[in-house]
Structures are given as structure tokens and as C-alpha cells.
T-cell receptor
């Protein structure tokens, strides 16, 4: 399977703990995105990388959230001091920038539950 | 600002047609359509660009009215596998068109 993969698929944590999620994009895709999705809503943009450079962060992304994409391959999203409001599905997508607008392919997501 | 999708939900019998609409208050460069089944990743269906370019799947068609900032997704001869939630994601005109803003979705249920 050469699609976008995410790990873990599910994460249950206690309030105040730190969590880290990993995303492996489609091979050779140079753009990588993180979105958050809550029940009954569409995905909400969090941040975007082109290669290893983080080019944009949403205002939704508080200081407790940090994302990296070392070497322009996989990416990690870390949430520090989790809160119950962080409970959501965290989706990763990747694309190959050939033209101005490109198709984003989503991974299966990591479902975070904060108790 | 989030695009508005209509209807919120629709129930079909297999073989019937459906139209899902997406409307934005912002000037758009692109509209992206996805289908998501419960607990799964959104699956790409169609992308429409300002200027008329489209790419997507054979059995699905869509339109993009640039003047009205509206898009419609046409599902014909629906199959059971078409069931799911359909999202439109919009890319704004200007530099940030890669950042998609999604609607709340339209839940489509196809019954035998």
C-alpha cells in the first residue's frame, strides 16, 4: 500500500499528558498537511509543509501544538499538556506540487481521546 | 469562512440521482470534493479549478460557477457504495489556495 499512513490509529491519554503522532506521506510527495476533524464537521486546516519547511500555521494551532518534518519525509505532530478539547481525529494529507493547485490525499487519521 | 453545503443529508434508492451543492462567500481558485465513510479517510473525488480545468473520477461529474462561487457535485445512477459523507473543500484565490476550507458535509445514504 503506497498511500498516506498514520500512527497510531487511536490514542487515549489523560489530560495534561503529551502525545505525538506520526504521518508518512506518499513517496515523493513534497507537500504535507495536518488537519483536525471533530464529529459532524469537515477537516480544519492546522499546518502545511513544503519539503521540510513549515510554511503556514493556522491560528487554531496553539503554542501547545508543534509539528516537524525533518528531511522533508515523514512528519510528527506533538500536543503538549493535552486538554479535553483536543479530542478529535487528526488527519494528515500529502500532495505533489506540480501545478499551483494539487490533489491532497488523506491518511486514515489518528483518533485522539483525552480523558 | 467555511463554505455552506446543501442539503445536509439525502436518502436515495439505488439507481437514483443526487446533486450536492457547495457555496462560498470568498473568491475561489479551486473546489475539491471528497467522500468519507465512517471511520475512514476522506477519499478524493474531483477537483475543479478557476478557468474550467477539472480532474476526477469517471462516474462523477461536477460544475464550478466562478462568478457565484458555487460548485455542484452530480451523482448519477447511485450505487450502495456511494453512501458516505461528502465534503467540499475550497481553495481561495490568492496565495493560500493550497489551504483547503471544508464545509460541514452532506450525508448521503443509498438504500437497496
Amino acid at each position: 500500500d503506497t498511500g498516506v499512513s498514520q500512527n497510531p490509529r487511536h490514542k487515549i491519554t489523560k489530560r495534561g499528558q503529551n502525545v505525538t503522532f506520526r504521518c508518512d506521506p506518499i513517496s515523493e510527495h513534497n507537500r504535507l498537511y495536518w488537519y483536525r476533524q471533530t464529529l459532524g464537521q469537515g477537516p480544519e486546516f492546522l499546518t502545511y509543509f513544503q519539503n521540510e519547511a513549515q510554511l503556514e500555521k493556522s491560528r487554531l494551532l496553539s503554542d501547545r501544538f508543534s509539528a516537524e518534518r525533518p528531511k522533508g519525509s515523514f512528519s510528527t505532530l506533538e500536543i503538549q499538556r493535552t486538554e479535553q478539547g483536543d479530542s478529535a481525529m487528526y488527519l494528515c494529507a500529502s500532495s505533489l506540487a506540480r501545478v499551483i493547485t494539487d490533489t491532497q490525499y488523506f491518511g486514515p487519521g489518528t483518533r485522539l481521546t483525552v480523558l | 469562512q467555511q463554505p455552506v453545503q446543501s442539503p445536509q443529508a439525502v436518502i436515495l434508492r439505488e439507481g437514483e440521482d443526487a446533486v450536492i451543492n457547495c457555496s462560498s462567500s470568498k473568491a475561489l481558485y479551486s473546489v475539491h470534493w471528497y467522500r468519507q465513510k465512517h471511520g475512514e479517510a476522506p477519499v478524493f473525488l474531483m477537483i475543479l479549478l478557476k478557468g474550467g480545468e477539472q480532474k476526477g473520477h469517471e462516474k462523477i461529474s461536477a460544475s464550478f460557477n466562478e462568478k457565484k462561487q458555487q460548485s455542484s457535485l452530480y451523482l448519477t445512477a447511485s450505487q450502495l457504495s456511494y453512501s458516505g459523507t461528502y465534503f467540499c473543500g475550497t481553495g481561495a484565490s490568492g496565495g493560500s489556495n493550497y489551504k483547503l476550507t471544508f464545509g460541514k458535509g452532506t450525508l448521503l445514504t443509498v438504500n437497496p
